[in-house]
């Protein structure tokens, strides 16, 4: 029989992550802030727990994937936290983007505990969480990891083993580094092309497959040109993920220019009350 798994967090990418894993399977609680967000589930199969308390003590495998460090840090080592409330021997793999102090953190508390803890950030988008292919990089023991791989099968395809604890997020954080920039370089593209005459959408289909091919440019510029501007990604989230990153390249003494430029510019359309949005509306600042 197969292990239970608890998880927490059902959000535009978590709910589609937790069905996938139920179709592989696996019988699985959930626990979430907001019960209707857990409706869909609950109707598959799914069985609600009423706490973070309650699902850690009844599940054998705990996946969280919320919103940012701070959350995190409460979730897992807050009273009556993850750490504190799981069983001995349980497997804690936290899929939010978050610090990797934090991660490292999490799994030295979790081991004095005899517990084990991998940090396990995606990238994807709510595409790919709802086909099962999100990348997912994996920090932690190495032998926690290859436990949790068939879980890690049920939600992804590009699945990495990075290193010890940390090693996911400062993965996830090149991740990011390297989409910030891109994301200003696509918006500037359409931009071009809008104001130049051509027919943006035949200029994608030439450019799309090109030197110039992206993930971002084959799945989040097509949503620019329609204003399709609903969240696969959160660009309040999108701008945490590029806060940490910058206070890690700080820390490193890299000179991040182009992380540092997305980064105002995210700011920028935040605070004009686009923090909601998903990360193609950054094209609007070409558009006001």
């Known amino acids: 029989m197969k292990q239970t798994i608890g998880f927490i967090g059902l959000g535009v990418m978590g709910k589609s992550m937790a069905t996938n894993i139920m179709k592989a399977g696996y019988p699985i609680n959930v626990y979430t802030r907001t019960k209707q967000k857990a409706k869909e589930l609950l109707e598959l199969g799914a069985t609600w727990k009423d706490s973070i308390k309650e699902i850690s003590e009844e599940s054998d495998i705990i996946i969280t ?33 978050s610090q990797p102090s934090l991660a490292k953190k999490i799994y030295d508390v979790a081991k004095e505990k005899s517990i084990s803890a991998l940090d396990a950030p995606v990238s994807g988008g709510d595409i790919g969480a709802r086909e099962a292919r999100l990348a997912i990089m994996v920090g932690g023991d190495q032998d926690a990891y290859e436990h949790c791989l068939p879980i890690f099968q049920a939600m992804g395809q590009n699945i990495v083993y990075q290193g010890q604890a940390g090693s996911g997020q400062h993965t996830k954080m090149c991740n990011q580094i390297a989409i910030a920039s891109g994301m200003v370089g696509v918006c500037e593209a359409i931009a071009y092309a809008e104001k130049s005459g051509l027919n943006p959408e035949t200029v994608l289909k030439s450019i799309s497959t090109g030197a110039a091919g992206s993930w971002s440019l084959s799945n989040l510029a097509p949503r620019m040109l329609k204003e399709d501007y609903e969240p696969g990604f959160y660009i309040k ?6 806060g940490i990153a910058l206070e890690e390249t700080k820390d490193m003494a890299i000179e991040v220019p182009g992380l540092q430029l997305a980064y105002s510019l995210y700011e920028k359309l935040a605070n004009q009350g686009d923090e909601d949005k998903g990360t193609q509306a950054l094209v609007k600042l070409w558009r006001s």
């Not at 989230?237 to 590029?242: C, P, S, V």
């Open 65 to 97: 994937i919320i919103g940012y460090p701070k959350d995190v840090e409460e979730v897992y080592l807050g009273e009556n936290g993850i750490v504190q409330s799981a069983k001995l021997g349980a497997y804690l793999i936290d899929m939010t983007t």
């Open 237 to 242: 989230h999108f701008i945490k993920d590029m």
